[in-house]
């Protein structure tokens, strides 16, 4: 895998705390949606990420991560001074259901296959 796509997936699981815990002034401001918006595709190219990052994770796996990760952080929103949001947590779900079924079709609905260990791929 290049190295660029792992920098990409480094840099969305690293924005992601910024996004969704820092105080941000502008969202009372913001469209309805767009907060609902922004949670569907921030995890779901969260779910690309961990499967880029650990790829010997399962996708099933990944996305009880992600979707783990999403309840976790409507529970911190709430001692950060942000309003956690059932329907943000919606909205990951999502989110990450949508990034499953588009991962399992880009993959041909096939599992996914175990990276040889290290050891055996050096002959």
Do not use: N
């Not at 480094?10 to 922004?38: H, R």
């Not at 190219?45 to 996708?59: C, H, I």
């Not at 956690?84 to 609905?109: I, K, N, Q, T, Y």
């Amino acid at each position: 895998m290049p190295i660029w796509t792992r920098l990409i997936a480094i840099g969305v699981a690293l924005a992601m705390p910024v996004l969704l815990f820092a105080p941000l002034a502008v969202e009372s401001a913001a469209p309805s949606g767009l907060d609902k918006a922004v949670h569907f595709v921030l995890f779901g190219l969260f779910l690309w990420s961990l499967g880029v990052l650990f790829p010997r994770v399962s996708r099933l796996a990944a996305a009880a991560i992600a979707i783990g990760t999403g309840a976790l952080t409507e529970l911190i929103q709430g001692f950060v001074g942000r309003d956690p949001s059932w329907g943000d947590l919606v909205a990951d779900c999502l989110g990450v259901g949508v990034a499953l079924v588009l991962w399992a079709a880009w993959r041909g609905f096939r599992p996914r296959r175990a990276l040889k260990p290290l050891a055996q791929t050096v002959t």
